[in-house]
């Protein structure tokens, strides 16, 4: 099973951009889903996750209210949907998938897929 991003780009504060993660495999429908984002010199944090059952999601505090995350798992996509977006929010964007039990999505732990990675730049 291999996760696939795509989505990022130059965006100016304010506006909004939707990251999309398409997935192989047939089993996309019992994955739980997240997105992280790294920036430059700082970790892999926890930004949005999604589960299995398609409406519980998960969002850090800097981004609750202006991103959302959705599934469509008839065409194995997980969707970040970013609106008002703010330099703050530059970043490398990846998807995770957890493919077994998932107690804390917020965790990188418990995932055990993760796509390549894209680059949201927001300009002020």
């Known amino acids: 099973v291999q996760l696939q991003a795509s989505g990022g780009g130059l965006v100016q504060a304010g506006g909004s951009s939707r990251l999309s993660c398409v997935a192989s495999?047939?089993?996309?429908?019992?994955?739980?889903l997240a997105w992280f984002r790294q920036a430059p010199g700082n970790e892999r944090k926890f930004v949005a996750a999604i589960h299995r059952n398609g409406w519980t999601t998960y969002y850090a505090k800097s981004v609750k209210g202006r991103f959302t995350v959705s599934r469509d798992d008839a065409k194995n996509t997980v969707y970040l949907q970013m609106n008002n977006l703010k330099p703050e929010d530059t970043a490398v964007y990846y998807c995770?998938?957890?493919?077994?039990?998932?107690?804390?999505?917020?965790?990188?732990?418990?995932?055990?897929?993760w796509g390549q990675g894209t680059l949201v730049t927001v300009s002020s």
């Open positions: 995770a998938a957890a493919l077994g039990a998932w107690e804390s999505p917020s965790s990188r732990d418990e995932y055990d897929l």
């Open positions: 495999g047939r089993a996309f429908s019992t994955y739980g």
